[in-house]
C-alpha cells in the first residue's frame, strides 16, 4: 500500500532519473520465483545518490513513527535492504540486524546477524517486493526467533495481486513508498517508454505468471 501519492510519484522520478527502472521485452529477466518480467527495478543504484537515499530514508522513517510507533529494532533484508536498514536504524537510533536468504553454510550458521532478543517488536525493511516469498521467508525468520514483526516498508512493488495474497495470507503489513502503477504512469508521462513498452507492460500486469508464453510478450 501506497500512503503519500506525492511522494511516491517523487520516488518514481528519482529512479527514471538515475535509471533505476530496466525495461526488456525481448529478453525479460527472470525473477528468483520464476516469473519472467519485461521490467525490473533496481533500488540498489538509490544508495549512490545522497539526496535519493536521504528522502527514501526520511519516508520510511516517517511511515514507521506514524503506522508502527514504538519499534525496539529494526532488521533489513539480505542483501538489498541492508543498507537502507542501516539509515532507517541510525536515524531512529535503533539496533539493526539483516537477515539472510538462508542461513550460513559455515561458522555461526546465522540466519539473522546482530543482536536480537525474542519478544522484541521489528520493522523489516526491503528495497523491492515482488511475489512476496522471498520476503516473506524473512518475516517468518524473525518470527521462529521469537520477534514481534510490526510490519514490511519498501522502496517499490509491482502490486501484483499474488503479493497482496501472500501478505494477507502471512498477516504482515506492507507499505511501499512507490508501487508499478504509479512508476508506469509517470514513466509514460515523461516519455521515458515508449507505446510498444506500454503495450507490452500492460499485458504483463494482467497475467505475470503467463506473460512470455505462447507469444503473450507480443
Known amino acids: 500500500m501506497v500512503l503519500n501519492k506525492e511522494s511516491a510519484l517523487s520516488i ?24 519472467k518480467s519485461p521490467i525490473y527495478c533496481d533500488n540498489r543504484k538509490t544508495l549512490s545518490f545522497p539526496k535519493i537515499r536521504t528522502f527514501i530514508r526520511q519516508q520510511f522513517v516517517e511511515i514507521i513513527q506514524e503506522e508502527f510507533g514504538a519499534v525496539d529494532v529494526v532488521a533489513g533484508v539480505a542483501t538489498g535492504a541492508i543498507a537502507h536498514g542501516v539509515l532507517v536504524a541510525q536515524e531512529l537510533g535503533l539496533p539493526f540486524v539483516y537477515v539472510r536468504a538462508s542461513e550460513k553454510k559455515h561458522g555461526l550458521e546465522n540466519r539473522i546477524e546482530g543482536q536480537l532478543e525474542s519478544g522484541q517488536s521489528v520493522v523489516v525493511i526491503e528495497d523491492l517486493v515482488s511475489t512476496g516469498q522471498s520476503s516473506l521467508s524473512a518475516v517468518e525468520a524473525l518470527r521462529e526467533a521469537g520477534c514481534k514483526v510490526k510490519g514490511m516498508l519498501a522502496i517499490f512493488t509491482y502490486n501484483l495481486d499474488m503479493t497482496t495474497g501472500n501478505f494477507n495470507k502471512a498477516d504482515c503489513r506492507l507499505y511501499t513508498l512507490s508501487d508499478y502503477d504509479i512508476l508506469i504512469q509517470h514513466a509514460v508521462e ?29
Open 12 to 35: 518514481s522520478e528519482y529512479l527514471l532519473q538515475i535509471k533505476a527502472v530496466k525495461l526488456s521485452v525481448l529478453k525479460p529477466f527472470i525473477w528468483s520465483s520464476g516469473l
Open 190 to 218: 515523461s516519455k521515458y517508454i515508449s507505446e510498444g513498452d506500454l503495450k507490452s507492460l500492460l499485458k504483463w500486469r494482467e497475467n505475470p505468471e503467463r506473460w512470455g508464453d505462447n507469444n503473450e510478450s507480443g
